[in-house]
Nanobody
């Protein structure tokens, strides 16, 4: 059972990145999937969550209108499209899967975690 997060990198303010979260060993569509981020010296925070089978989505206020979460059931993957990136979006981004299936941002409700991918937004 594994989650693999990828797609991070360096981008200038206003730029875009697309993060991918690929699952192996289990069916991601049976889980809620969340993207979390953690900046140096700060707690891990929930950025965006998609409920089971992409029925509903949650976005943190800080990313509403700029980030979009989506699923590709055939590829057993979830994506986070990040547009209009700001320096304050700089963090390590993690994807996680929760069997509970809802839109919780409580990290202890997530069963599986990816390894994290660094996003750096700077000029």
């Amino acid at each position: 059972v594994q989650l693999q997060a990828s797609g991070g990198g360096w981008v200038q303010p206003g730029g875009s990145l697309r993060l991918s979260c690929a699952a192996s060993g289990f069916t991601l569509a049976d889980y809620a999937v969340g993207w979390f981020r953690q900046a140096p010296g700060k707690a891990r925070e929930g950025v965006s969550i998609t409920s089971i089978r992409e029925g509903r989505a949650y976005y943190a206020d800080s990313v509403k209108g700029r980030f979009t979460i989506s699923r590709d059931i055939a590829k057993n993957s979830v994506y986070l499209q990040m547009n209009s990136l700001k320096p304050e979006d700089t963090a390590v981004y993690y994807c996680a899967a929760s069997y509970l299936g809802g839109l919780s941002v409580a990290t202890d409700e997530y069963n599986y975690w990816g390894q994290g991918t660094q996003v750096t937004v700077s000029s």
